[in-house]
Each structure stands twice: as structure tokens, then as C-alpha cells.
């Protein structure tokens, strides 16, 4: 079932990414009078799940209907009987396909991954993408990427508004860090309060890894009880960085919120409230320190002081097999943290949706950094369809599901805009060479270019899903 929720989550979202991508330049294309001949939402090779075209009054669809063959470029179209939908070249064609993975807007005089050169091999016409002025050309490439900018901004603005912010200031992080393996290596250890990295301190405490892996911090400095701790960090470390989530986790009091049912401590004397400070005679209250120590005592038996209501009691406690206490945690972070809360009305949410969506531009363009540097071998963690899924949660959560579609829609704009032939950045760098030199590329020009984006394209689909699958096993 979780499964399922989490494909479902992922075709919704995408679904929603490619529509607007697709009807931004469906927009400015119709705002310039060139001709759309296709609008479909998902892939429709073969056949159409839905489709419809309005002429001669009316609309007009067809359900599961197959693809029809296009016309030879100088066909005679009043020939044609009325109800021939190639007739009307001038009317767009909506459809719903049945491949899932994406969409389609077919524009007019366009070299695309639906057409090649030998499709344009007419007289250019005025209604075709290739008559038109570069700004124009311009304007209908950037469309989707523009769209999809203005997406995330309105996502993240709604999301603002209805369910506010919440996040942990790095200074109001009391108890410190929690370490795992690597960040033990670099010298950070459970308790440290990071002050900065690189002289720069950092406001959200969720985000101290991505920051010091975008940063590529040399040097961190820590609060260790009262002292200043200046840590040095080799660049050496970045990709075990890259694939060691958890170096930063946060640190917290082991206090006791109830018992599992069926609890070996049930009849201990441990009471919901008791905040431990003290196992074995050694003075600990953190939940990482004392799993530490449950870990070395499996099947055995510990002493626990608990402060209870301000006195300390002594509790004699059984570990099972596993390292376990069979108890619950307190896990109501704002008992022992001040959390910050932001509540947004309609207006301030929106500039506030703009400056969220501007700031994920700018941590992922640092991610794509991070993946075309070789060095740092985060070109292991790019992902396909798989890695996205893993990232939705397992039940149905609007407020997760829209803010990771904010995401992934920023992330669908910066992709498109690298200047790769077969994205629209392709088309707008070509399009930025003619406005510099005055010199428009070839048609047969832009088809070789296609061929070879379609070529990079299909080996970072091919690194991707060779990285999901690794993954797996």
C-alpha cells in the first residue's frame, strides 16, 4: 500500500510540473499566433486514452482512439472529408495519453523530439515557430521554464499561508549535535554546538549538512562545553559527505513518554516524565549516548538515575536482546526546544513563496555544481523516477505532497534551462547566438544538435536508473 501511495504521489505531481511546463509555452506560443499542433498531457505513442479539437462549431473527441498518420507536406486538405480532423491544421489538438511519464506541446515549425528537419522541408509559413522574431522564439522557449518558476513560488506561498513554517534555529539547538560515524571521524562529537562553517554561522539546524557540503567548508567551529573548538575538514571527505545522511542529527534528552505494550520495564518503576541523567554510574541524559550504552548491554540488566519532578531516582531496568528498553520517547520537540513558527496572511505569503522558491534555486544550482564536478562524485546520487518516489511519504500528506511538488518544479525549470540541444535551454542558447551574431543556425544544424542533446539525455537517464538500481541491492 505504501508502495502505491508513493507512485500515485509521483505521477500527481509530475503530472501537474509538466502540464504548466508544457502550457507555458503553449501560452506564448498562442500569444505570438503560432500554431500548436498537439497539447497532451503524458505520452501517447500508438494511441490516446482522450483527445478532442474544435472545428466547424463544435468540439469534438475520442476515446482511446488511435494516433493518425500526419499528411505529406503539400497534401491538398480540401480533399479531406469534414470530419477528418487533419483538416483543420489551424485548431489544436488536447489529448490525454497513456504513458504516464511526462507530456507534450507540438508547436508549428519547431525541430523537437516529435519532429525532425525532414518535417519542415516546406516554405517556411508564417504561422510556424522558425518565422518568427528571436525575441518571440525566445519568449516561447523560456515559457515553461518560467511557468514552472511561477508554480513553485505560488505552491510554496499557499503552503506558507495555510500551514505557516516551523524550524529549529541552529542557536535554539541547546543540547548540541548528535554524530554519526563519518562526522565522529571529522571530530565533531555528541553535544558540540556548530558555530559556524567558514566563519559563517547557519540559521536552520536541518540544514547544517547541505550547507557545509555546498559550501565545501574547510574549517567548522563548535561549542564543546565552554570551549571554541576549531575543526579542519579535507575536501577528501566531500563524497562520503554526499552519501553519509544523518552526519548532524539533533540531540535531545532520553525522557520517558510511556511503554510499549508487553514492556519487560513495565513493573520497573519507571514512570512517564522520567528524564534520565545518570546509566551505570555515568552521568548521560542524551537519547544518542544512552542508545550507545543499551547497544553494549543487550540481554543484560542496567542502573538508571531519572530525574523525577526534580529528584533523582534510582530505577533498576532490563535491556532485550536488541539494545531496547521497550519505552517510549518523548518525541514533542517543543518540550525541549523553542521552535520557531511563522504564520503568513494571504499577501506577505506570497513574497515569502518567491524568496523560498529563489532560495532552492540557488541550493540546487550548488547541487548541479556538486554533480559535474567529478571529484566529488555526487553524479552517484543522481536519481530517476525511483529516488523521487522515495522521497514522498507513505501516506497521503498535502502539505508534504505540495511543498515537494514546489520542489521538483524548480528543479524541472533549472534542468531545462542547462544549455543541453533537446532541452529548451538548448533552443534558448541557439536562439542567444542569432540575437548576438545575427546568424541563425541551419535547420539541418538544429536536428544534428537534437540528435546529440537526445544522446546526453539518454545516458543521464541511463546513469540514473543504473544508480536507483544499485541502490536496491
Known amino acids: 500500500m505504501v508502495i502505491f501511495v508513493k507512485v500515485i504521489q509521483v505521477i500527481f505531481a509530475l503530472s501537474i510540473l509538466v502540464l504548466i511546463h508544457e502550457l507555458g509555452h503553449y501560452t506564448f506560443a498562442k500569444l505570438f499566433k503560432t500554431r500548436v499542433d498537439q497539447f497532451y498531457m503524458f505520452f501517447n505513442p500508438k494511441f490516446s486514452i482522450f483527445k478532442c479539437k474544435w472545428f466547424g462549431g463544435k468540439l469534438h473527441t475520442k476515446f482511446f482512439s488511435k494516433n493518425t498518420e500526419p499528411l505529406p507536406p503539400d497534401s491538398d486538405l480540401s480533399a479531406l472529408p469534414d470530419d477528418d480532423w487533419r483538416k483543420y491544421p489551424d485548431n489544436t489538438e488536447y489529448g490525454i495519453g497513456w504513458v504516464p511519464l511526462g507530456g507534450y506541446c507540438a508547436i508549428a515549425g519547431m525541430i523537437d523530439e516529435t519532429k525532425d528537419a525532414s518535417a519542415l522541408s516546406k516554405e517556411p509559413q508564417p504561422w510556424e515557430l522558425r518565422t518568427k522574431p528571436a525575441w518571440q522564439r525566445f519568449l516561447i522557449m523560456f515559457g515553461g521554464v518560467l511557468f514552472n518558476f511561477i508554480l513553485a513560488a505560488l505552491l510554496y506561498a499557499a ?77 577528501d571527505y566531500l563524497p562520503r559527505m554526499l552519501n553519509s545522511p544523518g552526519m548532524f542529527s539533533l540531540a535531545y534528552p532520553f525522557e520517558v513518554a510511556g511503554f510499549m505494550e508487553g514492556s519487560i520495564n513495565a513493573g520497573s518503576g519507571l514512570q512517564p516524565g522520567d528524564r534520565f541523567v545518570a546509566v551505570n554510574g555515568e552521568e548521560m541524559f542524551l537519547v544518542q549516548d544512552i542508545r550507545a550504552v543499551l547497544d553494549a548491554h543487550k540481554g543484560d540488566s542496567i542502573l538508571v538515575e531519572v530525574d523525577r519532578a526534580g529528584a533523582r531516582q534510582a530505577v533498576g531496568l532490563q535491556v532485550d536482546t536488541t539494545g531496547m528498553l521497550q519505552v517510549m520517547l518523548e518525541s514533542d520537540l517543543t518540550k525541549f526546544f523553542n521552535v520557531t513558527k511563522h504564520k503568513y496572511k494571504f499577501f506577505p505569503a506570497i513574497p515569502a513563496g518567491i524568496k523560498k522558491a529563489c532560495n532552492y534555486i540557488g541550493s540546487y544550482v550548488k547541487d548541479l555544481g556538486l554533480i559535474f564536478s567529478p571529484k566529488t562524485k555526487a553524479y552517484k546520487s543522481v536519481g530517476s523516477f525511483i529516488t523521487i518516489g522515495r522521497i514522498f511519504p507513505g501516506t497521503w500528506d498535502w502539505q508534504r505532497v505540495w511543498s515537494l511538488t514546489a520542489m521538483l518544479s524548480i528543479m524541472l525549470a533549472v534542468l531545462n534551462i542547462i544549455p543541453i540541444p533537446g532541452l529548451d535551454g538548448g533552443h534558448i542558447l541557439f536562439i542567444l547566438v542569432e540575437i548576438i551574431t545575427g546568424r541563425k543556425p541551419s535547420d539541418k544544424f538544429l536536428e544534428i544538435a537534437q540528435y546529440i542533446g537526445m544522446a546526453l539525455l539518454l545516458a543521464l537517464m541511463v546513469l540514473a536508473f543504473g544508480n536507483d538500481i544499485r541502490s536496491l541491492f
Do not use: M
Open 159 to 235: 503552503v506558507l499561508h495555510h500551514w505557516g513554517e516551523e524550524y529549529l534555529r541552529n542557536e535554539d539547538a541547546v543540547y548540541g549535535i548528535a554524530v554519526n560515524d563519518l562526522s565522529y571521524e571529522l571530530g565533531f562529537r555528541n553535544g558540540d554546538k556548530i558555530l559556524s562553517f567558514d566563519g559563517k554561522p547557519i540559521e536552520d539546524f536541518s540544514q547544517l549538512q547541505l550547507e557545509l557540503v555546498h559550501s565545501r567548508a574547510t574549517e567548522a567551529k563548535v561549542l564543546r562545553g565552554t570551549d571554541t573548538v576549531t575543526l579542519y575538514i579535507s575536501e
